[in-house]
């Protein structure tokens, strides 16, 4: 099966400006994650979706980021307006809903704010 | 809250020369630990883990024990290869956090040279 994959693997863009990063998780996998690595630090959670529903978002730094997962299929993270400190590493994750709770980790978009 | 510390990098040895990474956790609860290693380019992947206490996680040559009384779970490996360079980081879940939610270590940079 194919695994989670993002879009796009890398962006760079000016401070002010607007990003949209994509996930596809594996298919069949309701739960959907996003995490964050910034500047070689440890990798944080940011949200978890069941289906289209926003499950946990207790990781989400500011208003300035919206998580999106219409029809509870690809997920899309958007920061609007971006800011430096937001540079970093993005992760999607999936996972079943029943049985083993691994979540399957994408390759990352490396995200630079200049 | 749950948290994760790992030896910092990054780490260079010789082919065939021992590893170990040490890593040790804070959580409440009975966390699971897991080790994933991202290789060049591609995603997390998980590498092993362990549910219970004194539990090993082996894969690959590759293993940790799960030690309740130190709340450790260093990594090992007997004999390196230029094919483990990679970074490995520690994490747990079903601390404070809940098992949908994994709590990250650093990383720690392995380079194997021949």
């Known amino acids: 099966e194919a695994g989670v994959t993002q879009f796009p693997s890398h962006s760079v863009i000016e401070k002010g400006q607007t990003v949209t990063l994509r996930c596809d998780p594996i298919?069949?996998?309701?739960?959907l994650y996003w995490y964050r690595r910034v500047m070689g630090k440890e990798i944080k959670f940011l949200l978890h979706?069941?289906?289209?529903?926003?499950?946990?978002e207790s990781g989400m730094p500011n208003n300035r980021f919206l998580a999106e997962r219409t029809g509870g299929t690809y997920s899309t993270l958007k920061v609007q307006p971006a800011e430096l400190e937001d540079s970093g590493v993005y992760f999607c994750a999936s996972s079943r809903t029943s049985g083993s709770n691994e979540q399957f980790f994408g390759p990352g978009t490396r995200l630079t704010v200049l | 809250g749950d948290s994760v510390t790992q030896m910092e990098g990054p780490v260079t040895l010789s082919e065939e020369a021992f590893l170990t990474i040490n890593c040790t956790y804070t959580a409440t609860g009975y966390p699971s630990l897991f080790w994933y290693v991202q290789y060049p380019g591609e995603g997390l992947q998980l590498l092993l883990k362990?549910?219970?206490?004194?539990d090993k996680g082996s894969n690959k040559g590759f293993e940790a024990t799960y030690r309740k009384e130190t709340t450790s779970f260093h990594l090992e490996k007997g004999s390196v290869q230029v094919s483990d360079s990679a970074v490995y980081f520690c994490?747990?879940?079903?601390?404070?956090?809940?098992?949908?939610?994994?709590?990250f270590g650093t990383g720690t940079k392995l380079q194997v040279i021949p």
């Open positions: 994490a747990l879940s079903g601390g404070s956090g809940g098992y949908q939610k994994v709590t």
């Open positions: 298919s069949g996998h309701d739960n």
């Open positions: 979706f069941v289906k289209e529903s926003k499950q946990d």
């Open positions: 362990a549910t219970k206490a004194d």
